[in-house]
């Protein structure tokens, strides 16, 4: 059993003039081997700015995955076969699939919005 526990992240300017809001599912389970799906809806528009998917296995530091916009994705090279990202403007929905996880696959994941 994998377990995915899945972070909401808000980012937001110090200043309280912008914030952006970023909706993620609070946890998730997949069996080994099994396909994962996490979907992230976000405020912004997702032809302007880039969406990363991040994650932190337990005691261990953050790993970019990838980040994805309507023109672009970039994908970390070593993850590239085991994630896709893809982008739903007319939901505002950036969504990670992954194929085959495996329990080093259990971590935290996150959305966030570049501030490109």
């Known amino acids: 059993m994998i ?3 899945v972070s ?6 110090s200043t309280g003039v912008k914030c952006e809001e970023l909706t993620q599912p609070a946890s998730m389970t997949v069996q080994p081997g099994q396909p994962l799906t996490i979907s992230c809806k976000v405020s912004y528009s997702l032809g302007s700015y880039y969406t990363a998917w991040i994650r932190q296995p337990a005691g261990k530091g953050l790993e970019w995955i ?6 672009g994705t970039y994908n970390k090279d070593s993850l590239k076969n085991k994630f896709s990202l893809a982008v739903d403007s007319s939901s505002n929905t950036v969504t990670l699939t992954g194929q085959n ?3 080093e696959d259990t971590a935290v994941y996150y959305c966030a919005r570049d501030s490109q």
């Open 3 to 5: 377990t995915f526990v």
């Open 8 to 13: 909401l992240n808000v980012n937001a300017l």
């Open 66 to 71: 990838g980040s994805k916009y309507t023109g």
């Open 101 to 103: 996880l495996q329990a």
